[in-house]
Nanobody, 127 residues
Framework: QVRLVESGGGLVQAGGSLRLSCAAS????????IAWFRQAPGKEREFVAA????????YYTDSVKDRFTISRDNTKNTAYLQMNSLEPEDTAVYYC????????????????????WGQGTQVTVSS
């Protein structure tokens, strides 16, 4: 079992930045891949970014490339999503997800087939 707790959401003006954190417990953090998803009101949940167990492979959806950065600190059992140049279209509930794997390919990590999910944190970007 893996417990995930997100934090760092809030209200920010367009062009601003936020850093989301995902604290994990219950299993060796270095055995799991981490991804961030988001769900805007009235829309389906979508993949945002993923990082492999070692932190060396990262993947992003096209709309956040060059603005968002996913990372992890295995010594702190925490993953991060640094979000810069935020746009109103980024407004959503952001979820952290995890699955136990050493695979690092995009096809394996950039999908919604994750085992464990956090409760989500709201990000609101005002225009």
């Amino acid at each position: 079992q893996v417990r995930l707790v997100e934090s760092g959401g809030g209200l920010v003006q367009a062009g601003g930045s936020l850093r989301l954190s995902c604290a994990a417990s219950g299993r060796s953090f270095s055995e799991i891949a981490i991804a961030w998803f988001r769900q805007a009101p009235g829309k389906e949940r979508e993949f945002v970014a993923a990082v492999n167990w070692k932190g060396l492979s990262t993947y992003y959806t096209d709309s956040v490339k060059d603005r968002f950065t996913i990372s992890r600190d295995n010594t702190k059992n925490t993953a991060y999503l640094q979000m810069n140049s935020l746009e109103p279209e980024d407004t959503a509930v952001y979820y952290c997800a995890a699955k136990a794997t050493y695979y690092s390919s995009r096809s394996y990590l950039a999908n919604d087939d994750y085992t464990y999910w956090g409760q989500g944190t709201q990000v609101t970007v005002s225009s």
